[in-house]
Structure formats: structure tokens, C-alpha cells
Nanobody, 121 residues
């Protein structure tokens, strides 16, 4: 059994910062790409940032220069540092990862339960 658990959402004023964490646990053999998605009310889920096992990153244009994705492979954890937050960043943020477990030795895509980020004064 593999699961992703997110931490760090909350309410922040415009211009503020938040740091999201996502820890993968269970019968993990290896993890490939990890990423963060978000979904605002009435909108489709979109990719915010992703990072490969070799720490190559990519970002959606709207967060470039403000958000930073990183990972700690020893802890099976991915982070999203969000600075200069804007009201339009308000959404539920979901962690995502491609994981191969010990049981089946097959790659599967996993999602976290989501964490709410609200940017408002």
C-alpha cells in the first residue's frame, strides 16, 4: 500500500508565502517524477510544477519565478515553496507521483488527498 500525504496548506495574505510538503509512504521501491497540481473552483486541474528523479524541474508559466519545487529522495518527500502569492493561486493543491512498489514492481501514478491554499486579505 502506497500513499501520499500533503501538509502545509492554509490561509495567507496576498504577497505572503507558504510551503507545501508531500510525503510518500508504504511499500515503495522507487519514485520517478513527482509534482504538484491545483484545482480552483469551476476550473480543471492543472499542473503547477514537476520534478524528475534527477531534479530537473518545470513550471507552469503563471508561477515561474514565484514557486520552487524540490525533493528529498531519502525522505520520499516533495516540497513546493510558494512566494509572492496571489489571490488567483487559491486552489486545492494535489501531490502526484509515479511510484513502483515492492509488491508488484509496477509503476503506478498516485495522488494525495489535496490541501487547500487560500490567498486573501
Amino acid at each position: 500500500q502506497v500513499q501520499l500525504v500533503e501538509f502545509g496548506g492554509g490561509l495567507v495574505q496576498p504577497g505572503g508565502s507558504l510551503r507545501l510538503s508531500c510525503a510518500a509512504s508504504g511499500s515503495i521501491f522507487s519514485i520517478n517524477a513527482m509534482g504538484w497540481y491545483r484545482q480552483a473552483p469551476g476550473k480543471q486541474r492543472e499542473l503547477v510544477a514537476a520534478i524528475t528523479s534527477g531534479s530537473m524541474t518545470n513550471y507552469t508559466d503563471s508561477v515561474k519565478g514565484r514557486f520552487t519545487i524540490s525533493r528529498d529522495n531519502a525522505k520520499n518527500t516533495v516540497y513546493l515553496q510558494m512566494n509572492s502569492l496571489k489571490p488567483e493561486d487559491t486552489a486545492v493543491y494535489y501531490c502526484n507521483a509515479d511510484i513502483r512498489d515492492y509488491i508488484r514492481l509496477q509503476w503506478r501514478n498516485y495522488w494525495g488527498q489535496g490541501t487547500q491554499v487560500t490567498v486573501s486579505s
